[in-house]
């Protein structure tokens, strides 16, 4: 299973390139690509929290819930 998404600015749409995604309370980080995209392969079927932060954007955290395989997560950040 995986959960995979976008990152963009709260405010333009614009997705953000490199912005952190962790999984918290795990070592799984991944970055978004060029496109604000994300992608966390291989994780147990579950649900988890995921914590993403940028530079000079408020961190957000929310929960990926995944009991029919394949979450698609779309978060915005404020700029700070």
Same mark, same amino acid.
């Given at each position: 299973?995986?959960?995979? +998404?976008?990152?963009?600015?709260?405010?333009?749409? !614009?997705?953000?390139? +490199?912005?952190?995604?962790?999984?918290?309370?795990?070592?799984?980080?991944?970055?978004?690509?060029?496109? +604000?995209?994300?992608?966390? &392969?291989?994780?147990?079927? +579950?649900?988890?929290?995921?914590?993403?932060?940028?530079?000079?954007?408020?961190g !957000?955290?929310?929960?990926?819930?995944? &009991?029919?395989?394949?979450?698609?997560?779309?978060?915005?950040?404020?700029?700070r």
């Amino acid at each position: 299973m995986f959960v995979s +998404g976008t990152v963009s600015d709260a405010q333009t749409q !614009e997705t953000l390139a +490199g912005a952190k995604v962790c999984v918290k309370g795990t070592n799984i980080v991944t970055y978004t690509d060029f496109d +604000g995209r994300f992608f966390l &392969p291989d994780l147990p079927a +579950g649900s988890y929290t995921l914590e993403i932060s940028y530079v000079s954007y408020q961190g !957000e955290t929310v929960i990926a819930d995944t &009991p029919n395989h394949r979450p698609e997560v779309t978060v915005s950040l404020e700029a700070r």
